[in-house]
């Protein structure tokens, strides 16, 4: 499967395992079934993290297959959507510094910034 359009044929493949036919996801997604159909081809952008996150609902999916398809929606789409809480600005600041600085790192920097990420992560800095 082609990398860039991963995410429309992971979606497709796991609409299908689901035994939903696509009108019937579409209706439940309000949208048209010729738009859903334009996704899962890779004419179309992936869907946005919330309408992915319905799309698990609908299908019934597992946190790692809904995980997994809002990653290759990111690598579709070529960006990450970081989920910031709009009331804690601390969490703001460093997004946007984050997506701010992000095309000037080196490969060392995102390796150092994943690090960070998962030592944090082990030592309980979650909410």
Not at 89 to 117: C, F, H, T
Request: charged fraction near 30%.
């Amino acid at each position: 499967m082609d990398k860039f359009n991963k995410f429309g044929g992971l979606l497709r493949e796991l609409r299908k395992m689901s035994n939903i036919s696509l009108g019937d996801m579409a209706d439940r997604l309000g949208i048209a079934a010729s738009y859903l159909s334009d996704v899962e081809l890779g004419r179309r952008h992936p869907f946005r993290t919330e309408t992915i996150e319905r799309c698990g609902e609908i299908l019934g999916l597992s946190n790692d297959q809904v995980g997994e398809l809002i990653a290759a929606a990111s690598v579709q789409r070529r960006a990450v959507e970081l989920p910031l809480d709009p009331t804690n600005q601390a969490a703001v600041d460093a997004g946007a510094a984050l997506m701010r600085e992000w095309p000037n790192y080196s490969s060392e920097a995102y390796r150092q910034i994943k690090a960070l990420a998962e030592q944090l992560a082990a030592a309980g800095k979650k909410k």
